[in-house]
Nanobody, 124 residues
Framework: QVQLVESGGGLVQAGGSLRLSCAAS????????MGWFRQAPGKEREFVAV????????YYSDSVKGRFTISRDNTKNTVYLQMNSLKPEDTAVYYC?????????????????WGQGTQVTVSS
């Protein structure tokens, strides 16, 4: 079982930055792909960024590419999402997620462990 706890959300003006953190429990963190997803009001949850177990591979949605950076520190069982040049359309609840071990990095339907989410609001 994996437990995930996000932090770092808040209110920021357009053009600003935030860094989200996700602390994971368990001994398998360093062997597990991780991801960030988001859900805006009235919209379906969508993929934001994923990172492979040892951090060598990352993928981003087109909407955040070049502005957001996903990273991880396996010594701290933590994954991060650095968000720069924020836009009002980035406003959403951001979720940290993990798939079962040995899942394909970009099989987003496999991400079955979820945190409680952290609200990010970007004002114009």
């Amino acid at each position: 079982q994996v437990q995930l706890v996000e932090s770092g959300g808040g209110l920021v003006q357009a053009g600003g930055s935030l860094r989200l953190s996700c602390a994971a429990s368990g001994r398998t963190f360093s062997s597990r792909n991780m991801g960030w997803f988001r859900q805006a009001p009235g919209k379906e949850r969508e993929f934001v960024a994923v990172i492979s177990a040892y951090g060598a591979t990352t993928y981003y949605s087109d909407s955040v590419k070049g502005r957001f950076t996903i990273s991880r520190d396996n010594t701290k069982n933590t994954v991060y999402l650095q968000m720069n040049s924020l836009k009002p359309e980035d406003t959403a609840v951001y979720y940290c997620a993990a798939p079962p071990l040995n899942s394909r990095l970009t099989d987003f339907s496999a991400y079955s462990y979820w945190g409680q989410g952290t609200q990010v609001t970007v004002s114009s």
